[in-house]
């Protein structure tokens, strides 16, 4: 790629984008530790180059980039464009949707925004003493569940296998097997629930 001379209000459009990774990449370089000597070593872009980059007094080609990219451990897109903004979702507690069994007082309250084909799923689960979920069924192949004990002893049951777990113990499982939950303590037990469907097939 080479520069090469535009209008006035085309020059302000692509400015931005060689602006930006000749701060992104003098960031984090720096942020690293890294002279341009050493970065130069590391990327096997020349140091000359390198500084003219850094200065925005030159585009890199896709090559240059690629290499500077592995030498800083980012993505090639990380450096080339700006962050879009994050999105930041508040969920107060009394707008979690909750689900209650009637017969067995199972709790099941939903932490994580609904957002169909993104993400995970969080939940807040409680079970009272001696209750149980009853068996779920199977997820597709490729689906995880992770589980963590916050007050209580919970025992599960995937397919054939079954555990018992205690406060601040964890579980992860391949959940394309029924799967099932009872509370085995003297108290209600509380426990966090992610389901992850990011693999599935």
């Not at 000749?22 to 002279?35: H, K, N, P, V, Y």
């Amino acid at each position: 790629m080479t520069l090469r001379m535009i209008g006035r209000d085309q020059a302000a459009a692509d400015a931005s984008p060689q602006v930006h990774i000749a701060e992104e990449i003098r960031r984090r370089r720096r942020e690293q530790g890294l002279s341009l000597e050493a970065l130069a070593t590391r990327s096997g872009v020349s140091r000359s180059m390198i500084s003219k980059i850094e200065r925005a007094e030159a585009v890199p080609s896709t090559v240059v980039l690629s290499r500077l990219a592995e030498a800083l451990g980012v993505t090639f897109s990380r450096l080339m464009a700006p962050s879009t903004e994050r999105e930041v979702l508040l969920i107060p507690a009394n707008r979690q949707p909750i689900l209650r069994d009637a017969e067995s007082g199972f709790l099941r309250r939903c932490i994580s925004p609904v957002l169909p084909g993104r993400g995970i799923d969080w939940v807040l689960n409680t079970l009272p003493e001696g209750a149980s979920t009853g068996e779920f069924t199977a997820h597709r192949r490729g689906v995880a569940e992770y589980i963590f004990v916050l007050r209580g002893r919970l025992r599960a049951v995937i397919g054939e296998r079954a555990v018992v777990m205690e406060v601040g113990d964890s579980l992860y499982f391949e959940a394309d097997a029924g799967h099932a939950f009872t509370n085995v303590g003297s108290e209600a037990c509380e426990y966090f629930l992610v389901i992850d469907p990011s693999h599935a097939r």
